[in-house]
Nanobody, 120 residues
Framework: VQLVESGGGLVQAGGSLRLSCAAS????????MGWYRQAPGKQRELVAV???????NYADFVKGRFTISRDSPKNTVYLQMNSLKPEDTAVYYC???????????????WGQGTQVTVSS
């Protein structure tokens, strides 16, 4: 399974960015799609996740500012980030969990990461 991320960049505090992540390959089904981030010197942390039923979960530090959504037919997940803060600066990684077509075995794939930099 391949994940292609896009949408990162440099933005001023208070601005917005929209991240996209498209999954492709031998996918039978997707159980959940999510976004994580890792700032320099820190551990990777969950930002938001959305299940195949549309249930969402957000980290407290993004509630009310970020929105996760998905386009199921396109196997694509989005992260709309508003009211960005300098502390949101990090590499953002897409994560997809599901089942492979060929083997009906679970998979857990990560994107290559996209840099988000918020200037003050």
């Amino acid at each position: 399974v391949q994940l292609v991320e896009s949408g990162g960049g440099l933005v001023q505090a208070g601005g917005s960015l929209r991240l996209s992540c498209a999954a492709s390959g031998s996918i039978y089904s997707i159980d959940a799609m999510g976004w994580y981030r890792q700032a320099p010197g820190k551990q990777r942390e969950l930002v938001a996740v959305i299940t195949n039923r549309g249930d969402t979960n957000y980290a407290d530090f993004v509630k009310g500012r970020f929105t996760i959504s998905r386009d199921s037919p396109k196997n694509t997940v989005y992260l709309q980030m508003n009211s960005l803060k300098p502390e949101d600066t990090a590499v953002y990684y897409c994560n997809v969990e599901g089942i492979l077509t060929t083997t009906l075995v679970d998979f857990d794939s990560w994107g290559q990461g996209t840099q988000v930099t918020v200037s003050s």
